[in-house]
């Protein structure tokens, strides 16, 4: 394989993520390249992005296919020649056992979605597998799918794998990326030679549908994300106890019937209702106790989509960044005379999220593939992923709702595509599309056990005849440079965010 090396007694920009540890060196550097995706106190931030109201981000992410990834001009090279002698790792749960030859397909429960967002702060998903490693918590996918090419200066944003990802569903949780590792070349110079990515990733999370905790009014007002108020009965007792409270006062109501006689404020023993308005007159209300007057601050309710789209009232709606549906209501003061007072309201504020529990090690979940390299050409592989993208000629025959697969023997020839700086991809027919990036190629594939030994993962999809329409795909060669990153990212810890 090609390596780049920095020109000996020469001046280099790096705008690469290392660019501050090249300290001027022109000697051989590691090959070994890792950046951090998520911290720790991020990582949960993270989860709580793509799992809001109810995983509504991860249903709103798209196939990543930036238009720099659309290549032609494609060559056929020589041979491949192995840097080191072959080498594998095996899958997880296969450690001493021999793997059996069928020939009925089944999807393996390793290969997911990676969510992140990008440089343009839009979500978006490749496909990914979890692989063998000392503490079961490696994905494998394409470097393009961890490293930002168009913002050439940094890793991507929200880095999370789904295994077993279907239609906004997370069955066995969702895994934040901790650290990258890629090789220096594509890290530095965008080197698709080197087009794929180690991740270790925390353990997953898992939650629940969104539950309410009750707080104070001190605690509700300073809280910035969603919230609502919940209506609880009380008997005159606590109602007149409430009343008296300064802190509290202005969060009780009475629903005095329709029989009650309105009055002022200062008539003997009177009460105060609410009645809902518009924001505008809201707004112009004086603080106070007179009729007309605010009555408490606005209040925040989370709704279901179905109850924003019905809702006709004076309130506000909105949805928030995190995609959830809310209606503020605005209340003015109506006191009433005393003695026809049906019920005795007390207001309780919330504030509303998921309750969150650790979901365990992804390879303990979900098992992990195994890897080998310096694995021959016109090898026979399964390759797994989620496409969605169109053709060129803008058909579209992917949902990228379930994974899609393809079979058959990889060429003995590599492939020359110079756009993107490839001089050796291993390459594949397979009529897939953008989405499908990332994915696993893996030999010795069993369908009965769902394992195999990962050898690549999709990074370019192709028009090999000019017809408009993708038939191959391709991946970097997974030799000994290969092997020594895999190597330095399995063995890496990540541990729990859910203590």
Partial sequence: MKRILLPAGGAVLATGLLAAGLAGTAQAQSDVSSDVLNSEAKAVETVEFWSASNYLALKQAVAFNPDSLEVSKIQSGGGYSSDTKPGEAKPIGEEKKVVAKTQNVNFPKTIGKVFFVAKDGKPYWCSGTSIQSQYRNLVATAGHCVYDIAGNDEVVSNWVFVPGYYQGKAPWGIYAGKQAFTHYDFDVYEDFDRDYAFVTVYNGIGGSAYTSKKVSWEEYKAYNGPKEVKEVEVTKDEYTKGKLDPKTTEYYEVDPGSAAEPTGPDYPGAVVERDEVKKAKYDAAPVGKGNGYKFGEPITEVVTEAEYKAYSGPGTKAKDAAGNHTITHYYVQQWYKPGKVERYIRLDPFIVGHV??????????????????????????????????????????????????????????????????????????????????????????????????????????????????????????????????????????????IK
């Fill in 356 to 497: 969150l529990k650790d979901a365990g090690r992804l390879g303990d979940n979900v098992g992990g593939q195994g890897v080998a390299w310096n694995q021959k050409g016109g090898t026979a592989v399964r390759t797994f992923g989620y496409p969605f993208g169109p053709h060129p000629d803008g058909n579209k025959p992917f949902t990228g709702v379930t994974p899609k697969w393809c079979y058959g023997k990889t060429q003995e020839k590599v492939l020359k595509i110079p756009a993107r700086r490839v001089e050796e991809h291993q390459s594949f027919r397979c009529a897939v599309t953008a989405g499908y990036d990332g994915g696993p190629w893996l030999t010795r594939y069993s369908n009965g056990k769902r394992l195999g030994y990962v050898t690549g993962v999709t990074s370019l999809i192709v028009d090999t005849d000019n017809n408009k329409r993708y038939d191959t795909i391709t991946s970097a060669l997974f030799d000994g440079e290969t092997a020594s990153i895999y190597k330095a990212a399995a063995a890496v810890w990540s541990g729990k965010l």
